[in-house]
């Protein structure tokens, strides 16, 4: 009998070890991700590093400086874009809607020093926790851009087909500044690519930025 005891030990020992392993190792393995997380970015410091060189530049009232250092960030986060995109869309996202807010402040015809100042806070801090919800702009408040609404009065964003066809309009009342055709015609392309992806608070931005661009005679016909 004691011989059957240690003999059933034995193997019950192996199984129930096994068991427990496949229970909380292979079962927590296989378990799916924890609903509404968020993908990481992975390192974003080099980013974070542009951003606060541009707005201690920007502290100093030289926002053409300030412009000019943003502009490294805008050119290394399109060159990274493809491969961020796809590792953490909705993080990138939020940091690429975070940075073009800076580019429009910094890039308008009157940069407003206090608008730049909060774009920049704002891109900060998403470039610090990038998973952040997308959807935290929409507070209930409606928002614009370089003077041009790009929500409702709740804060949602306006349909990017309504935009677009804003800015064609516009652009169809005469002729862009010719200084800007170029960047016009760029920032129309990106808010249609936006679009056809179903992304209206981007789209919204890239025709806002687009429409700023335009002379307040052609925006208001």
Do not use: H, M, Y
């Given at each position: 009998m004691k011989?059957?005891?240690?003999?059933?030990?034995?193997?019950?020992?192996?199984?129930?070890v096994f068991s427990g392993v496949e229970h909380f190792v292979i079962a927590a393995a296989a378990a799916p991700a924890k609903q509404g997380a968020v993908p990481s970015l992975g390192d974003t410091?080099?980013?974070?590093?542009?951003?606060?060189?541009?707005?201690?530049?920007?502290?100093?009232?030289?926002?053409?400086?300030?412009?000019?250092?943003?502009?490294?960030?805008?050119?290394?986060?399109?060159?990274?874009?493809?491969?961020?995109?796809a590792k953490a869309p909705e993080a990138w996202g939020n940091v690429d809607a975070a940075a073009d807010a800076v580019f429009s402040a910094l890039r308008a015809t009157s940069p407003d020093p206090l608008r730049v100042d909060a774009a920049l806070v704002d891109l900060q801090a998403t470039l610090a926790d990038p998973a952040r919800s997308a959807t935290a702009a929409d507070d209930g408040a409606a928002r614009s851009l370089n003077g041009i609404a790009v929500t409702d009065a709740a804060g949602h964003p306006l349909p990017c087909e309504i935009m677009?066809?804003?800015?064609?309009?516009?652009?169809?009342?005469?002729?862009?500044?010719?200084?800007?055709?170029?960047?016009?015609t760029d920032l129309q392309s990106r808010a249609?690519?936006?679009?056809?992806?179903?992304?209206?608070?981007r789209a919204d931005a890239f025709s806002a930025r687009a429409l700023a661009l335009l002379t307040p005679a052609q925006v208001m016909k």
């Open positions: 011989q059957l005891l240690l003999a059933t030990a034995l193997i019950a020992t192996p199984v129930a410091s080099a980013f974070a590093a542009i951003a606060s060189d541009t707005k201690k530049i920007a502290a100093t009232g030289d926002l053409v400086a300030a412009e000019a250092r943003i502009t490294d960030l805008e050119t290394a986060w399109d060159l990274a874009a493809k491969d961020l995109r677009l066809s804003d800015l064609r309009d516009a652009l169809s009342a005469g002729r862009a500044p010719v200084a800007a055709e170029s960047q016009i249609t690519e936006r679009c056809n992806a179903d992304d209206d608070r």
